[in-house]
């Protein structure tokens, strides 16, 4: 029994490690170069832009929040890439050679100011400009914080509802640059707690495979805690939420088993391929999870092929990416299909 229990424990680790290096796709680092994250200088003060009663106050750029969740990212960085990610309060530069990973709103939304610009003419979503009543512009929506009331003034309202800003951005040299920016403070607190949950990756699986992306999560605020948290809007272009949409659950489930089939034999077989699908099919039948709906061949190639066909993607794109998609899922883990 505690063998099993050790077991669970390694491949509920490994799951989480395979989704998050999905996410930051940091897959060529030569020696010498380092995954950067990076934070404001300690020593930049700014003033406060907001002041209620669940409100952290603090007159530098640099947060208790933004600390605590960069170190959370380094250690998880760590345990999927090794011994080759630095803290940085340097301020970032765009010939760096390292992968980059910028925490914080205000920070990061003034140094990827030409990306805001791009993102807005594209019609990505992106931060709003460093206003105190700063927001994220969605392509669906606009997402502020939501307070408990709006009967009394600022000052003595609490934050309910926060959000959380993810991207990821394809630099010169095959480098990335991704950004975690909450649009408060309980929207960064949340990161390091989505972040290292399982369910997190599963929920934004189809859009890790497409390239850059924009991810907005929306977090629920009780008194001083982050309380749950869900992802509320995607996009990496082409309508990625309409093509999503339009997966039925078998087809969903098919591709993440395929995906995830053909990591493991990647994995195993370093150098070797292109595996033929029935390759895959049989890793995926002999190592299937126990809830797994055991299609013959045929039908499970045919979900799958129309999968792609939806999300615009191939299968020389998915032998090359070596990024698993598991079964599209709700936030809690729930399958939305068989």
């Known amino acids: 029994m505690p063998g099993e229990v050790d077991r669970e424990r390694r491949d509920r680790a490994q799951r989480l490690y395979t989704g998050a290096k999905a996410l930051f796709a940091f897959r060529d680092i030569p020696e010498g170069i380092k995954i950067e994250i990076v934070l404001p200088n300690p020593e930049r003060t700014r003033e406060p832009t907001l002041d209620c009663k669940n409100y952290p106050l603090f007159k530098h750029e640099v947060s208790p929040d933004d600390m605590y969740s960069a170190i959370r990212v380094h250690s998880l960085l760590t345990a999927c890439y090794g011994e080759v990610v630095d803290l940085s309060f340097v301020d970032y530069h765009q010939d760096s050679e390292s992968h980059l990973v910028l925490i914080g709103a205000p920070y990061t939304n003034r140094l990827t100011a030409g990306a805001n610009y791009q993102l807005k003419t594209d019609g990505g979503i992106y931060f709003q400009d460093n206003e105190p009543d700063r927001e994220i512009v969605g392509r669906k929506d606009k997402y502020k914080?939501?307070?408990?009331?709006?009967?009394?003034?600022?000052?003595?309202?609490?934050?309910?509802?926060?959000?959380?800003?993810?991207?990821?951005?394809?630099?010169?040299?095959?480098?990335?640059?991704?950004?975690?920016?909450?649009?408060?403070?309980?929207?960064?607190?949340?990161?390091?707690?989505?972040?290292?949950?399982?369910?997190?990756?599963?929920?934004?699986?189809?859009?890790?495979?497409?390239?850059?992306?924009?991810?907005?999560?929306?977090?629920?605020?009780?008194?001083?805690?982050?309380?749950?948290?869900?992802?509320?809007?995607?996009?990496?272009?082409?309508?990625?939420?309409?093509?999503?949409?339009?997966?039925?659950?078998?087809?969903?489930?098919?591709?993440?088993?395929?995906?995830?089939?053909?990591?493991?034999?990647?994995?195993?077989?370093?150098?070797?391929?292109?595996?033929?699908?029935?390759?895959?099919?049989?890793e995926w039948r002999e190592n299937h999870d126990p809830g797994d709906n055991l299609l013959p061949q045929d039908t499970w190639l045919r979900y799958v092929r129309a999968a792609r066909k939806s999300l615009g993607t191939s299968r020389d794109a998915a032998l090359n990416s070596g990024a698993p998609v598991r079964s599209i899922r709700d936030h809690d883990g729930r399958r939305s299909g068989p």
């Open 145 to 282: 914080i939501g307070f408990d009331r709006d009967d009394v003034p600022v000052k003595n309202r609490s934050i309910v509802r926060d959000y959380c800003y993810l991207s990821r951005r394809r630099l010169s040299g095959n480098r990335v640059e991704i950004i975690i920016a909450g649009l408060r403070a309980y929207g960064q607190k949340a990161s390091y707690s989505f972040l290292h949950e399982e369910s997190f990756y599963r929920c934004v699986a189809p859009v890790l495979e497409l390239g850059d992306f924009q991810i907005v999560v929306e977090v629920a605020v009780c008194n001083w805690s982050v309380h749950d948290w869900k992802v509320v809007e995607v996009n990496a272009g082409s309508n990625l939420e309409g093509r999503i949409a339009r997966l039925s659950p078998r087809q969903a489930a098919s591709l993440s088993q395929y995906n995830e089939a053909l990591t493991r034999l990647q994995k195993r077989n370093p150098g070797k391929g292109p595996f033929k699908d029935a390759e895959v099919y049989k």
